[in-house]
């Protein structure tokens, strides 16, 4: 089936934007699978910038359909105002298809993360405050509204009027309150109802449709593997399913419809709130790999934190997700970096680990082992003319480089991208889609 599937390696911020941008070009349909508007995925196309949270980044090419999955939660104030931010540069938008089931973050849901995150005290898990988390939750405890629910006015007020009391209560624990008028919430709702409302469809039955027909279809993944709700440093990952497993119940399609999969992998590791880092650097290299790698959050302008690649988190999510290839981001910041490290196994109370262990306090007493190799000092310019000459032209020590992570994670590297251009990008793959 040709199917793509881009899933982050690592906790995220892997630069997954540019790569599903990059790999859209020869898609009929780019599909979100999951996440909300926790996500930041920027993209660069000529001098433009976009920073999309919702919106699947296939929205940025014409003629692509751009799906947000029933596994996605949907801020329809964000989501609106990034679709009116697309129309003004030229773009229509017109593809974009929204599922009946994808559940809608409610004002409350933002209050109760906010509250939430402060009664942890320092044993905060850095929730961007979106309401992401318990919209999720409510999700799960089946006390959500959906998308397709926003035209039905009576059904809204039996929902409202079932879930408020149960919040009030819940924001009284937390101690604050509820202020928001439910009355209030309903009328926005309906109007989101009527806005949205020609963009909501079932859209399962429209992917599996469009691959049984052999249509080019990408499923964009949010956040990284490192954040998944049951293989990520839990409690410090985010409310859904990351790897490449989501996709089925994200998007609703079956697992023979998942093709090739791409782990984006960034050329260090950065993580950004609270939760164990092992190759975490606090020096000036960790300062140098933040500024010049631009290292804040999309969504929330967070710095993020920084260290070397750490190899058993990218194998440990190639294994998870079936990764079929590498796309290798950010390649260009650890360009006049005399010695780069790169971590291959944890020594973990004098015992060499080799798998990424699921108990952080383990993660927390884990300490890396290192490869080294020589940096590439004194290489850059054009990088867009340097990727047309293919990777052959690489200094020899960026391609040794590339060999230890092929070598630790057992999967071969089929893209590397050396700016945030489309052209500053070389594509190793030997096929573009898997048939």
């Known amino acids: 089936m040709p199917t793509l599937a881009v899933i982050g390696s690592q906790w995220g911020d892997e630069g997954k934007g540019k790569i599903t941008d990059y790999l859209a070009e020869d898609a009929d349909m780019v599909v979100r699978y999951q996440g909300g508007a926790n996500a930041g995925h920027t993209i660069k196309v000529g001098d433009e910038v976009f920073a999309l949270h919702i919106l699947p980044s296939g929205i940025i090419r014409e003629g692509v359909t751009s799906v947000i999955g029933n596994g996605v939660v949907i801020d329809c104030e964000e989501l609106l105002v990034e679709m009116e931010a697309i129309r003004k540069t030229g773009r229509s938008g017109s593809g974009l298809i929204i599922s009946d089931r994808a559940n809608v973050v409610l004002p409350y849901h933002r209050l109760l993360d906010g509250a939430e995150e402060r009664s942890r005290g320092s044993k905060g898990v850095g929730t961007t405050g979106r309401g992401i988390g318990p919209c999720y939750s409510d999700k799960v405890a ?35 309150k509820l202020e928001q008028d439910r009355f209030a919430i309903l009328r926005s709702l309906l109007e989101y109802g009527r ?21 080019k279809v990408l499923f964009e993944g949010a956040q990284g593997t490192m954040l998944d709700i049951d293989h990520g440093t839990y409690p410090y990952v985010t409310s859904s399913s990351c790897t490449a497993g989501g996709i089925c119940s994200g998007a609703g399609v079956p697992p023979s419809a998942i093709g090739d999969v791409v782990g984006v992998t960034k050329a260090y590791t950065t993580r950004v709130g609270a939760g164990p880092f092992v190759t975490e650097l606090h020096d000036e290299m960790g300062a140098r790999l933040q500024s010049v790698g631009g290292e804040f959050g999309t969504t929330t302008g967070r710095p993020r934190r920084c260290g070397w690649l750490d190899l058993v988190v990218v194998r440990h999510a190639c294994r998870l997700s079936g990764v079929t290839s590498l796309a290798m981001t950010k390649v260009d910041v650890l360009n006049d970096i005399p010695v780069i490290k790169v971590c291959v196994a944890y020594d973990i109370d004098g015992e060499i680990v080799q798998d990424f262990p699921g108990s952080v306090t383990k993660l927390a007493r884990a300490k890396p082992v290192y490869e080294e190799v020589d940096g590439w000092a004194g290489w850059g310019g054009d990088t867009a003319a340097m990727c047309r000459k293919g990777y052959s032209a690489l200094p020899r020590n960026l391609r040794k480089f590339m060999d230890i992570i092929t070598t630790n994670t057992g999967t071969p590297i089929g893209i590397i991208s050396l700016g945030k251009g489309r052209d500053e990008t070389i594509d190793l793959r030997k096929r573009r889609w898997s048939t």
Not at 199 to 213: C, G, K, L, M, P
Request: proline share 4%.
């Open 142 to 176: 089946r006390a959500g509204i959906r998308m397709g629910d926003l035209q039905d006015e009576a059904y809204l007020r039996e929902r409202l009027d079932m879930i408020f009391p149960l919040k009030e209560r819940l924001a009284n624990a937390l101690g604050t």
């Open 195 to 215: 806005i949205f409302g020609p963009y909501v469809r079932d859209t399962s039955v429209i992917v599996n449709s469009a691959i049984e027909q052999g249509a």
